[in-house]
């Protein structure tokens, strides 16, 4: 039957905890959603021979900047600082909203490559109302998951982050909602993205805030990362009375603890972004301490302007950062290296399962669960890289990387499939390397202090 696939004889680890993982199981799938999983499933299917796949639910990234995609690798020595300077001031505001359309497609296509099924587009580039139609229409063309994130424009560095009396523009956020978001179901979410306080006036957040509670859409925010960190941003919003379950904090390394029991009190979620904390110097990567306090956190890329646009390279990052920290205070302290609660298996539920419930969707994805979409991924174990496989979740956290990708669904429908992607990513490449072309020289226009091409 053309609309029933069966995924047969592969490692299936569903990171349902009713279900666990099957040495050896079936998965079917039925349209778009997940049948059946079980050790042998007898159906009259298509079948996929997963023999020497390890089956996992698809990634889910909480935080991107997608429309960075064409200017991929531009900063690979900048801390925070610097990214406000040379991305925020530089390149955003010359972006048009083809380049934006351009950095969404190949953005998606990057993720769905590397086996991220669900993206948290972070589009803080509607720098007109036709920027946030071309965000929406490259994540369409695409074909993933994501919830897309409304952000302000970004023309002019002062008016928009230095206590900026400039909110998101909320008739165009409603004519995008009603557009493109009216249902609530299919592929796309809608989230507001929000800077916040002190790099907004009080008024601005609370209208900002107001109009996500109005539209009923969930909110994210980046909070305590560098030197911001002193500003205490949820302690504001708490004193605001802002702080809700509908909000998602970004990166929270610098929170004071009165800030964690903010969040978790108010059941607000978490994204945390370890290549990019560690690297540009947000901070040490809080995956423990927001599981202290009993928040579910999930891996994020963030910008691809710094740091790669996988998956695995964000685990690897938590994983032995936040191992790293709590050895250092351990041995700091003259005693042993400490039992770490921070395991393999915590950190592919992180990349999944958590992401999911930080995204608003778990209700539908985040874990082989029968009921749920069928969004799901097969790595190929057979790679040198890979094999030979004892602990499938070691083989899927700490071994596997984006060469073993072999197959992707979304929704039921095949989008990687043999280590292929079934969309045309030459177009997408050739698409982001001329709005590459476009970018890079109006920049060297401006710098130069000539007028725009
Ligand atoms: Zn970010």
Known sequence: MADRLLLRGGTVLTVDPDLGDLPKGDVLIEGDTIAQVAPQID????????????????????????????????????????????????????????????????????????????????????NTPEHPDAAVRGLQEAGIRAQYAYGSANTSLNDYWNNSKIAVPADDVRRVRDTYFSSGDGLLTMALATRGPTYCSDEVVRAEWALARELGIPITIHVAMSSAGRFGMVKQLGDLGLLGPDTTYIHCCYLSEEEWRLVADSGGTISIAPQIELQMGHGWPPVVKSMEYGLRPSLSIDVVTTAPGDIFTQIRAAFGADRARLNATSWEANNDAPEHELTARKMLEMATANGAHVAGVEDRTGSLTPGKKADVVLLDATALNVAPVIDPVAAVTLCADVSNVDTVLIDGQVKKRGGKLVADADAARRLVEASRDYLVGELERKRAGQPPA
């Open 43 to 126: 159906a009259d299917a298509e079948v996929v021979d997963a023999s020497g796949m390890i089956v996992i639910p698809g990634f889910v990234d909480t935080h991107r900047h997608t429309w960075e995609a064409a200017i991929r690798g531009c900063a690979p020595n900048a801390t925070l600082g610097n990214y406000f300077v040379e991305i925020l001031d530089s390149f955003a505001p010359l972006y048009r909203p083809e380049d934006v359309y351009a950095s969404n497609l190949a953005g998606a296509l990057e993720c769905i490559n590397a086996g991220i099924t669900t993206l948290v587009d972070w589009s803080h580039i509607n």
